[in-house]
């Protein structure tokens, strides 16, 4: 199946780092653009960042610019999102997304994981 699976959540303290790590399949037919999003109790979900296979372009949040990079290898079709400076108000389950077009936000994607839990403690 075509479905991303996360890995490297956890508990860390705030200021704290941790990354989180994404495999992906048939990314070169079916995935053109990979994201993370994370989702908290009681908010929306939200598009973290977003990177393409090929070029340079990534999207970031406001909220997470300067804290969160995101990155990937493409001979493991991985993809990394480095989160530095962690804040509590960025415990969510953090979910990578894949999808067939180009475009990194405003838009559907297609395919999910399961999630992994990231809880920041103050």
């Known amino acids: 199946q075509v479905q991303p699976v996360e890995s490297g959540g956890g508990l860390v303290q705030a200021g704290g780092s941790l990354r989180l790590s994404c495999a992906a399949s048939?990314?070169?037919?079916?995935?053109?653009?990979m994201g993370w999003f994370r989702h908290a109790p009681g908010k929306e979900r939200e598009l973290v960042a977003a990177?393409?296979?090929?070029?340079?372009?990534?999207y970031y949040a406001d909220s997470v610019k300067g804290r969160f990079t995101i990155s990937r290898d493409n001979a493991k079709n991985a993809v990394y999102l480095q989160m530095n400076s962690l804040k509590p108000e960025d415990t969510a389950v953090y979910y990578c997304?894949?999808?067939?077009?180009?475009?990194?936000?405003?838009?559907?994607?297609?395919?999910w994981g399961q999630g992994t839990q990231v809880t920041v403690s103050s």
């Open positions: 048939e990314r070169s037919s079916s995935m053109n653009a």
């Open positions: 990177i393409r296979w090929s070029g340079n372009s990534t």
């Open positions: 997304a894949g999808r067939r077009g180009s475009l990194l936000s405003g838009v559907e994607y297609d395919y």
